[in-house]
């Protein structure tokens, strides 16, 4: 795979990248493997079955028997594949597939993933200094890109599942799958509830998947090394105590641990199940199917999930991959690029309404503010695709260069965007006068000098950071453009000094009584240029890249961290609470209509845990919603499947079909709409869970009582879920005052110390502020939808206006932050402390 001309280091570092590949394409192999291993155990049994045929004599067999056959289509007496053949044949399949993946994968890593649309030349040059075409050609662009994204992901998706629902199709997969003991049930959940919007997002949610599948194994793999084959007639109530009290401690592990949040999901969902069979009670000398004594069973069903859980998971990086790869990285690049481009935009169109110096700015200003909003929520999405690209390539080689050059264009995006909130908020109470306009024509040549200085320098660091190193020639282009920029804010500096003497008079309050909203417009324009300039110092520099290796990822992670945190510990209490309820209503049954010992009680809980942060009533519908409409959904479709027989050239096309439209339905819906996409989202995976079954199409009074057994007991999960919700999660309103009040004293506190010029601590640092101003727009949102028996409604637009006035009142306070420090880089996240120091002469 090496490209003629590369470099033996850029090669080995592109390929180490992928060693998440590696690991599928061995499972890919051996799976393969032990699929023709089987192959000797599979031919003694046919010969034994073969054996047993030829001592049965034909006068035995009964009429029935001789009928079937005779009616039995002939090109339906026996397959083309052995089941041994056809899963060899799929293994070898997907591991070249996920080769392909990996080829394309590296072919495509470093060009942009363009799905805007295209506009013309002339267009965009309008558009640069007219906010109102700039503001509808974003939103027009960003609603065609999103609904082509959101289409082309739901056919992969639909694909995805395709190919994850052959393994029930296929009768030859099928069998084997099922010699081997194992479930396929959740092969399509696992497809659908892993893959994201890129490939970065879709392997950080198959590592969890994978990582929490493989610790349910090794639970259960060292209980039966310990107590093999479980809780049996007659053994002592210790042994029984021994696997309860083993049980308890390994959940509130997994729950109290500071593990992702899928790790703990998928953990959980197979160990309730297996800790289920294990305390069953069950007859002498019956095997449960689990590893004992401390080997490994290939043919057991903790270890089936381990394999179809990889299986799921190449098959999922496939669909992402083929034909061009849907990649974080490339994600990354196109954003960075649209959004510096968008402040090119907001920057030239704010300093036209101020050099224009029209009567009425309403709604060009208003035009800005909006734009800027959809610049801001950008750039949260390109934070998580720098984010999500680590799992693409580790920060391997100049990958790691890269990324973190990204990172430091987000931080100072996020300052500049700042800087142009205040600037709106001056252009809005700025004042207009004769003396106003003589001044704006005065220093509107040197303004517009800087802005195109400036707009120039922030071009040329990002086509240096594009490829993770800057060139001696990139360097010395950057100084130039560095210079230039200082040149400008000098030139702007004397033409605003020497202006303002002349026509505001001498003396420093006339010209302030003057020009107050000019002198702050002028300076915040400065800082602008100031940030965009301390970038190209810092390109030119060639700062050294702090680089996060796999090692390094690894030994970071405390496990016991998340004690600390109050948040994680009401969610691990709450949840713990929920699953042990499940766990207990489904091992002593309920009411003779829920059998005992029924693990799917604790398995849905488990499956549906969330962090999310919102209002338990609302939750709580939605799984309601999600959970009892997939099931039902899910056994009619299965019945239309099997409607027409099966093995039969109906039953294939339908339930091709029908796999096909659900899963790139469901999956379109839940990327397309915010309040309801948890619900399609958990539609996606109980639906497919239960129209991918092994086909009957006949079912027995067994199976009709099973559907409404399985919906009975989504109702019943979902209940006690909503209970312990309910009970312990606190009021909604009653944290909305308590966050709007704390955030007023963490501000008065700030400002105290802006003045001060002191370096703020942490507890009144930019971070937290902006932190608790978050606080105040979800808990409003929330107890905005919590119901109220007695008393008003929730006044949403007072929290709506304390968080509009409050971010306000913020910008304000980092402005004179940047005034007593004559820097706008004293305020980014990243600063060393010297910069964070006032002017000593201020």
């Not at 729950?255 to 197979?270: A, D, I, P, Q």
């Not at 903790?302 to 998971?313: E, H, R």
């Not at 999956?667 to 086909?695: D, N, R, W």
């Not at 709506?800 to 980092?814: A, E, K, P, W, Y």
């Amino acid at each position: 795979l090496k490209p003629t001309g590369s470099s033996p280091r850029s090669t080995l570092s592109c390929c180490s990248s992928y060693s998440m590949m590696r690991i599928f394409l061995l499972v890919a192999f051996a799976g393969g493997a032990c699929a023709e291993s089987c192959a000797d155990d599979v031919a003694l049994l046919q010969h034994q079955l073969s054996s047993a045929k030829t001592r049965i004599s034909l006068k035995e067999r009964s009429s029935d028997e001789v009928e079937a056959k005779d009616l039995k289509p002939a090109h339906l007496e026996e397959d083309h594949l052995t089941p041994n053949q056809a899963a060899a044949f799929g293994f070898s399949a997907v591991a070249a597939l996920l080769l392909a993946s990996l080829y394309q994968q590296r072919k495509y890593i470093n060009e942009p993933d363009n799905l805007e649309e295209s506009t013309t030349e002339k267009t965009k040059r309008l558009a640069k200094t007219n906010m109102g075409l700039a503001l509808a050609m974003d939103m027009d662009g960003d609603r065609k890109s999103f609904a082509k994204e959101n289409t082309m992901l739901a056919l992969r998706a639909g694909s995805a599942a395709v190919a994850a629902g052959i393994i029930t199709f296929n009768p030859a997969l099928s069998r084997w799958f099922s010699s081997m003991n194992y479930d396929v049930t959740y092969t399509c959940v696992l497809v659908l509830w892993c893959m994201g919007r890129n490939l970065g997002s879709t392997v950080s949610g198959l590592f969890d998947a994978n990582l929490g599948t493989v610790m349910a194994f090794l639970w259960i793999w060292i209980l039966e090394g310990i107590l093999p084959n479980g809780y049996m007639v007659g053994d002592s109530m210790e042994k029984w105590l021994f696997g309860v009290a083993y049980f308890v401690v390994t959940t509130l592990f997994m729950m109290f641990g500071s593990w992702k949040n899928g790790v703990r999901v998928w953990c959980l969902s197979y160990h309730v199940g297996n800790m289920m069979t294990w305390l069953k009670p069950s007859a002498p000398g019956t095997d449960d199917g689990f590893s004992h004594n401390f080997h490994i069973r290939f043919d057991g069903g903790s270890f089936g999930y381990v394999v179809v859980t990889m299986l799921a998971s190449a098959i999922t990086v496939i669909a992402l991959s083929l034909p061009n790869p849907r990649m974080a990285h490339r994600n990354a690049l196109k954003d960075m690029r649209s959004t510096s481009s968008g402040f090119d935009t907001l920057l030239r169109c704010t300093t036209k309404i101020y050099t224009d110096c029209a009567e009425d700015i309403s709604t060009s200003l208003q035009g800005a503010k909006i734009f800027q909003t959809r610049l801001v929520d950008t750039i949260e999405g390109l934070q998580a695709s720098i984010d999500a690209s680590w799992w693409e390539h580790f920060d391997m080689g100049k990958f790691a260069d890269i990324r973190f050059a990204l990172r430091k264009h987000v931080i100072i995006l996020k300052g500049l965007l700042n800087c142009m909130s205040s600037l709106h908020d001056t252009l809005e109470y700025g004042v207009h006068s004769d003396k106003h306009n003589q001044l704006v024509q005065e220093v509107k040549a040197p303004l517009e000098e800087l802005v195109e200085n400036t707009s120039s320098l922030f071009d040329t660091c990002l086509a240096s950071m594009s490829d993770g190193s800057i060139g001696d020639d990139e360097a010395v282009e950057l100084q130039k453009s560095v210079t230039a920029v200082e040149e400008g804010i000098a030139k702007l500096s004397r033409q605003m000094r020497a202006s303002a003497s002349k026509i505001g008079g001498e003396g420093w309050l006339n010209q302030q009584e003057v020009f107050k909203s000019d002198w702050e417009f002028l300076f915040l324009i400065c800082s602008v240029a100031r940030l965009i300039a301390d970038l190209g110092k810092h390109y030119g520099g060639r700062t050294r890249s702090h680089s996060v290796s796999v090692i390094s990822a690894a030994r970071s992670f405390n496990v016991f961290s998340g004690l600390s945190d109050p948040a994680h510990m009401d969610f691990a209490i709450r949840n713990s609470i929920s699953l042990f309820a499940c766990w207990i209503v489904g091992y002593m049954g309920m009411f003779s209509l829920i059998p005992p010992y029924t693990a799917g009680l604790a398995s849905n809980a488990s499956l549906l845990m969330s962090t999310a942060v919102g209002s338990a009533l609302k939750k709580n519908v939605g799984r309601v919603q999600g959970l009892v409409v997939g099931t039902t959904l899910g056994s009619l479709l299965y019945g239309f499947i099997v409607s027409n027989g099966c093995n039969t050239p109906l039953y294939y096309i339908t339930g091709i079909g029908t796999t096909f439209i659900f899963s790139s339905f469901v999956f379109y819906m839940f990327l397309s709409t915010t309040e309801f996409s948890f619900v399609f989202y958990l539609l996606a995976g109980f639906g497919s869970s239960h129209f991918l079954q092994t086909c009957s199409p006949e079912p027995s009074m067994e199976d009709k009582s099973a559907y409404f057994e399985s919906i009975l007991i989504a109702i019943v999960c979902v209940t006690i879920l909503a209970v312990v919700d309910i009970a312990m999660s606190p009021s909604a309103r009653k944290e909305s005052e308590k966050a709007a009040i704390h955030f007023s004293k963490t501000l008065t506190k700030a400002i105290t110390f802006q003045l001060s010029d002191v370096s703020s601590s942490s507890p009144y640092s930019k971070q937290v502020i902006e932190g608790e101003l978050a606080t105040i727009r979800s808990k409003a949102s929330e107890a905005e939808m919590e119901p109220h028996f007695s008393g008003a409604p929730f006044n949403t637009a007072m929290y709506n206006q304390l968080s509009t006035r409050g971010n306000s009142l913020f910008i304000q306070v980092l402005t004179y932050r940047w005034a007593l420090r004559h820097s706008a880089s004293s305020t980014l996240d990243d600063v060393p402390d010297e910069v964070k120091k006032g002017d000593s002469r201020v």
